[in-house]
Nanobody, 124 residues
Framework: QVQLVEFGGGLVQTGGSLRLSCVDS????????MGWFRQAPGKVREFVAA????????SYADSVKDRFTISRDNAKNTVFLQMNSLKPEDTGIYFC?????????????????WGQGTQVTVSS
């Protein structure tokens, strides 16, 4: 079982930074691929970044490459999303997910568990 809780959202100006954290309180974290997705108002949820169970394979949406970095600390059951050079179009609710398959982590239908989300708002 996995129980995910996201932290770190907030309001930031364009060009600013935020660091999101997602903690698994149930303790099975290290076996799962992890991903971040986001949903803007009136839009579908979209892929942001993912990392496999080992932390060696990472993938990013084109819109966030070179600005966002995903990482994980299996000892602390936590996955992070460092977001730099934020833009207003990065605004949305950010969700972390856990995938037992560890493949095709850019597809949300491959995820078994989700957190409740954390709001990120970037003002212009």
């Amino acid at each position: 079982q996995v129980q995910l809780v996201e932290f770190g959202g907030g309001l930031v100006q364009t060009g600013g930074s935020l660091r999101l954290s997602c903690v698994d309180s149930a303790g099975s974290f290290s076996r799962y691929g992890m991903g971040w997705f986001r949903q803007a108002p009136g839009k579908v949820r979209e892929f942001v970044a993912a990392i496999d169970w080992s932390g060696h394979v990472r993938s990013y949406a084109d819109s966030v490459k070179d600005r966002f970095t995903i990482s994980r600390d299996n000892a602390k059951n936590t996955v992070f999303l460092q977001m730099n050079s934020l833009k207003p179009e990065d605004t949305g609710i950010y969700f972390c997910g856990a995938s037992s398959g560890n493949f095709y982590l850019d597809r949300q239908d491959n995820y078994d568990y989700w957190g409740q989300g954390t709001q990120v708002t970037v003002s212009s």
